[in-house]
Structure formats: structure tokens, C-alpha cells
């Protein structure tokens, strides 16, 4: 009966698992998919080592046609990263495996001089990442070094990608503030922007920050946006630097195809007496109104014509009558 008992068990948790692996719903395999990777690889040290505190930070823009297999990572950002890590020398790669995932590998150095690098699977039936981890090199002398893994904490969201852009030109209002929970203040932005998509320029004017707290350096503040063809993202950058000294960075991405603004952040930093600073992450909130330039400037034909050819038929049939 025990015996009985356990084939049972083990024939429901076998179901079970068949169940649970039909139930995954995968995306079509012939669309192009968009989003953003982000996260953190952190050496895995004690507490006393060097390294404790280190954290080596990636985001970056991510298209995957699966279709034709071909993987596009853009738009890489280290900001953030504790040793910095110098851009210059980093390399981001992501392919398709003979086994189907994605493998997503990451290398550079840090600004210590540090060799690193971090691998990532992914499987493109849902873009679950599978596992993320990677290795820190810290020389010895010339031919000698220590190696430390690294934790990888990372995340991936995409959908279809919205890439058919408009035509024309379009106009609008951006609108809203950047704020943090850990320091006071707010930073209040509002601008005029047009997307000329014929020539792919993109300007920001008109830019006001009036109410932002503390006043910022509008003779240091640089506002720019860029249309990307190949994601159909408008990236928006603003820096400068508020009244008190201190440095600030946004950052705006927005679907060309509709307008939205898909994420909205940036950071301020704050020199410390010691040297050095801390940065302190901001969330943006904000709102974009858009619509066809000059789509309000034009009256509407029925508003204004009818009216007047009333009256011109009206003044003919009096003078009929006259006659």
C-alpha cells in the first residue's frame, strides 16, 4: 500500500510538471521585441575585503528580432558603478545559442584597472533570465591575479516593439518633475517639443523650471533629445547644476510610434567635505502632450464656411423676391 502511495505521489508531481511547462506561454517567434536591461553584478567577498562595497552597475536598451536571430543592445549606461567603469574599453555582446537562449556577455574593466566579466542566459520563449553571474580579476603582479565571482542582479522587460515611426511633423508640451525620497527638493521642467520624423531632428525648446526647489542654473542646463531609427525611442537628456553647486542628470525615454514616455530618471550629486560625492537617484514624472503641429491652428470647414454660404443663399433668395 506504501509502496502504492509513492508511485502515485511521483506520477502527480510528474503531471504536474508537464502541466506547469505546457502553461508557460511563449511570444511569437517571428516578432521583434524592445525594453530594458538593467542591474547590478556585486563581488562576492566578506565584508572586510576591499571589494565589499564595490558594485558594478548596466543598463542598457535591448532589441531582439527573433525572426532573423539577431540581438541589439544599445545606449549602454555604467552610471552609478562604484568603481566606475571605463567605457571606452567595455563590450557588451548578446547571441543566439546552439541550445536557443540568448547569452548576453559583458567586458571591461573598471576605473581601478580591473578586468571583469558577466555573462547572462536568457530564454527568448518569455525573456526569463536564467542565470546571471560573471567574475572580477584583481592583479598580483604581472602575471599573477585574483579572481572574485559576481552576483548578478538583473532585469528584463520588453514588448513588441512599437518601430513603425510617424510621418510628418508633430508638436507638444513636455511637462512634469524629477524628485528624490532621500534628499529635499524637486526639480520642476517644462519645454516645447517638436519631432520632425521626415528629417529625424528633434527639438526642445522654450525650456522653463520655474518652481523647482532649489533654483536651478538655467545658464547650465542643456536640454537634448535624439531619435534612435533602429528602436524608434526618443532619448531626452537634461543636465546642469542647481544654485547650491550641485550636479544633476535626467534622462527620458519615449516611444516614437504613440509618445509615450516609457521610463523617466536620473540622479543628483552632492560633493562631500571629504571629497568625492554621493549621488542620489531621482524618478521622473512626467507628462507629454502631442498632436500634429499646426493641427490647431486651422479652422475647421464646416465652423466658419457654412455659416457664410447660408447667408450668401439666404441674400439671393430675398433679391429674387425683390425682383
Known amino acids: 500500500m506504501k509502496k502504492l502511495n509513492l508511485i502515485t505521489v511521483l506520477a502527480l508531481i510528474l503531471l504536474l510538471s508537464i502541466a506547469n511547462t505546457s502553461a508557460k506561454q511563449c511570444l511569437p517567434n517571428d516578432g521583434t521585441y524592445c525594453g530594458t536591461l538593467s542591474g547590478t553584478y556585486t563581488p562576492d567577498v566578506k565584508k572586510e575585503h576591499p571589494l565589499y562595497e564595490a558594485t558594478f552597475v548596466l543598463k542598457a536598451d535591448f532589441k531582439a528580432d527573433l525572426q532573423s536571430q539577431m540581438i541589439t543592445i544599445t545606449n549602454i549606461d555604467t ?63 604581472i602575471s599573477e591575479y585574483t579572481q572574485y565571482d559576481l552576483i548578478g542582479d538583473f532585469t528584463l522587460n520588453v514588448e513588441q516593439c512599437c518601430e513603425q515611426l510617424p510621418d510628418g511633423t508633430y508638436c507638444g508640451t513636455l511637462e512634469g518633475t524629477y524628485c528624490s525620497q532621500d534628499i529635499q527638493g524637486i526639480f520642476k521642467l517644462k519645454a516645447n517639443i517638436q519631432a520632425d520624423f521626415n528629417s529625424g531632428i528633434i527639438r526642445i525648446t ?95 470647414f464646416p465652423t466658419i464656411v457654412l455659416p457664410i454660404a447660408t447667408i450668401i443663399g439666404l441674400a439671393l433668395v430675398i433679391q429674387r423676391r425683390k425682383n
Do not use: W
Request: aromatic share 10%; proline share 6%.
Open 79 to 141: 552610471s552609478g558603478s562604484n568603481p566606475s567603469i571605463d567605457e571606452s574599453n567595455l563590450n557588451v555582446i548578446a547571441t543566439f545559442e546552439k541550445n536557443g537562449f540568448i547569452k548576453v556577455v559583458a567586458t571591461g574593466k573598471c576605473g581601478m584597472g580591473y578586468p571583469f566579466y558577466g555573462e547572462m542566459i536568457i530564454d527568448p520563449c518569455d525573456f526569463s533570465i536564467k542565470s546571471n553571474s560573471g567574475y572580477v580579476r584583481v592583479p598580483l603582479s
Open 206 to 300: 522654450n525650456v522653463d523650471t520655474t518652481g523647482s526647489y532649489p533654483e536651478i542654473d538655467e545658464g547650465s542646463l542643456n536640454v537634448v533629445a535624439i531619435l534612435d531609427e533602429d528602436t524608434g525611442i526618443i532619448k531626452v537628456t537634461a543636465t546642469g547644476t542647481c544654485n547650491m553647486g550641485y550636479p544633476f542628470y535626467g534622462e527620458m525615454l519615449i516611444k516614437a510610434c504613440d509618445f509615450s514616455i516609457s521610463s523617466s530618471s536620473g540622479y543628483v550629486r552632492i560633493p562631500l567635505p571629504t571629497g568625492g560625492y554621493s549621488q542620489y537617484d531621482l524618478t521622473g514624472d512626467f507628462t507629454l502632450d502631442i498632436g500634429e503641429c499646426g493641427q490647431n491652428e486651422v479652422p475647421e
